[in-house]
């Protein structure tokens, strides 16, 4: 897999939000979902690497996608 840098979290929302997922609650963590998945994204500065690897593929895409959505 290839490696995927710390990614803001902010970055990350606008990328998901354009494969179709949507904000569904805020806190400490940001939730996602598209009506089937759900994904939880840290309020961190940046995302630790690997905990956003482990997100992109909850999302059902590769790191490669998610690259270009960013």
Do not use: S, Y
């Amino acid at each position: 897999m290839p490696k995927l840098p710390g990614i803001n979290h902010l970055d990350a929302i606008r990328a998901f939000q354009k494969v179709g997922f949507w904000v569904l609650r805020q806190g400490k963590h940001i939730v996602m979902t598209n009506g089937k998945k759900k994904l939880v994204i840290p309020r961190h500065n940046p995302v630790n690497a690997i905990t956003m690897g482990g997100i992109v593929v909850d999302a059902g895409l590769t790191v490669d996608e998610f690259r270009q959505l960013l």
